[in-house]
């Protein structure tokens, strides 16, 4: 689902300026912002859900972080190692069933991404450490295949847990028969963790 850029002006209350510095800086990737026709000739479009949760995070660190900072919390290189296990566990979002599944000695912070969407969601559906299990097992082998600028989702379906990614730029559709769709920016949840050792 995609978000007018005049609503989302007047959603957020952010102005026009703020929205295209944001962009400039490289807090709001360049590839979200979509042109398509529309009765009055282009109008531009963004990811919904990703922008208002983009927007929402930099409002609120704004006050308290530079540009230069909110956007090292959210560009995370996803192959760079900066977590020992000992500081992983001390993160309130991480499941340490979940991370003790994957123990080992360094984490870069999008594999912390990864552990604490797990956790969120697992907390979430109630999931039992089997199925904790299973779905970390699985989405891992995911993980090592996934650029820093693809979102990862989690779909709960009769008791079963989907999951997949797709470029934030590409519309994923699923059928009516699908429940709730649970989405992940791993760059968003990487910089939850990342804030804290700042």
Not at 27 to 46: A, N, V
Not at 121 to 127: A, D
Request: overall charge negative; glycine content about 6%; hydrophobic content about 40%.
């Amino acid at each position: 689902m995609t978000i007018s850029k005049k609503e989302l002006l007047n959603l957020t209350g952010i102005s026009y300026g703020q929205l295209y510095r944001w962009k400039r800086e490289g807090l709001i990737p360049e590839e979200w912002f979509m042109k398509q026709p529309s009765f009055t000739g282009q109008e531009t479009f963004l990811p919904r859900d990703l922008v208002l949760e983009r927007i929402r995070f930099i409002l609120e660190k704004k006050d308290s972080c530079s540009l230069e900072e909110i956007r090292e919390m959210l560009v995370t290189a996803p192959d760079k190692k900066e977590l020992t296990w000992e500081r992983l566990a001390e993160l309130e979002e991480i499941d340490l069933e979940i991370a003790g599944l994957v123990r080992k000695e360094e984490y870069s912070y999008l594999e912390a991404g990864w552990l604490a969407a797990l956790s969120d969601y697992r907390r979430k559906y109630q999931l039992s450490i089997e199925q904790a299990a299973e779905l970390c097992q699985g989405s891992r082998g995911l993980l090592e295949k996934m650029g820093k600028e693809e979102t990862f989702f989690l779909i709960f379906q009769a008791g079963q847990t989907y999951y997949g990614a797709c470029c934030e730029n590409n519309k994923v559709v699923v059928e009516e028969r699908i429940g709730q769709v649970e989405w992940y920016l791993l760059t968003k949840w990487a910089g939850k963790v990342k804030e804290k050792f700042l």
